[in-house]
């Protein structure tokens, strides 16, 4: 049903976790612009092997994007910095801005985060569909590791290789999220960030197992398919064969994103989640 062209359609049109130039203290790459500008290709010339993750895939779509700009090229992707043959991080990006010849350095990230209404703090609340990592914690790792990576000692002779020096170096973040809020807050804004993130919602099963859901047709996606379209696929299920499939994942402490067909051609997702 999927193909990698549905994937990178996907991945255009995602959206920056926030609007302003910087939060968190970080300076936000605008990839809706960089989005309108790359053409929606009818094929695409990349190769990915089908058992790649979901993180690889969008690091490959990221290139492939940089590389159809006009605006931007590739100097180096996946840099690996070393202190004493162990590795200690690695940069993601290095593009340059032909526009106004600079190089930029790019952490990227792509994320589906649930809203939480019952932590304390507001940004608390983003936490990751099996509640193993949050919005804070990728904020702190991006603020304390990654981006502080660039003026390592051990990270000079790296840029050398590129004529680089890290002083003369741009630092800014692609933080492209799926953001998910509860079914009963969906009439709410979320304030801070992007409202353009939030794709869906998610309850928990005894929420599902109500008639208005009976009706419609279901599809769980692999984690790499996550951010496809659902309007793309073309098998659906009952919703008495969901619920059993949906019961095994919530055995195993892990929530599916399922898809919903509600009529021919309007479609949800959402998040079953077993917390």
């Known amino acids: ?73 590739v100097i180096a992707k996946n840099l690996q910095v070393f202190k004493e043959k162990i590795t200690i991080g690695e940069l993601d990006f290095l593009i340059r801005d032909l526009q106004n010849d600079k190089v930029i350095h790019i952490e990227l990230i792509y994320k589906f985060y649930l809203y939480d209404p019952s932590m304390n703090q507001e940004f608390d609340r983003w936490i990751g569909p099996n509640r193993k990592d949050s919005l804070l914690q990728k904020i702190d790792k991006l603020k304390n590791k990654q981006l502080p990576l660039l003026f390592r000692d051990e990270t000079t002779s790296v840029l050398e290789h590129f004529n680089l020096r890290a002083s003369t170096i741009n630092q800014k973040v692609c933080f492209l999220a799926n953001l998910f809020i509860p079914y009963s807050h969906r009439d709410e804004s979320m304030p801070h960030l992007n409202k353009n993130c939030i794709v869906g919602y998610w309850m928990r099963l005894e929420e599902f197992i109500v008639e208005e859901h009976t009706s419609f047709l279901f599809y769980i996606p692999k984690k790499q398919n996550w951010g496809i379209n659902p309007k793309y696929n073309v098998m659906w299920f009952s919703f008495e064969d969901i619920c059993n499939e949906v019961q095994l994942y919530l055995s195993q402490k892990k929530s599916p994103l399922v898809w919903v067909k509600t009529n021919e051609d309007s479609y949800k997702k959402l998040f079953i989640i077993w917390w």
């Open 1 to 73: 049903m999927t193909s990698l062209k549905q994937q990178y359609l996907g991945f255009l049109n995602g959206n920056s976790l926030w609007n302003s130039e910087t939060l968190f203290g970080l300076s936000r790459f605008n990839f809706e612009e960089l989005s309108k500008e790359v053409a929606r290709p009818n094929s695409i010339s990349i190769t990915i092997p089908d058992n790649e993750v979901l993180g690889k895939r969008i690091e490959v779509f990221f290139e492939y994007c940089i590389e159809t700009s006009e605006n931007y090229e």
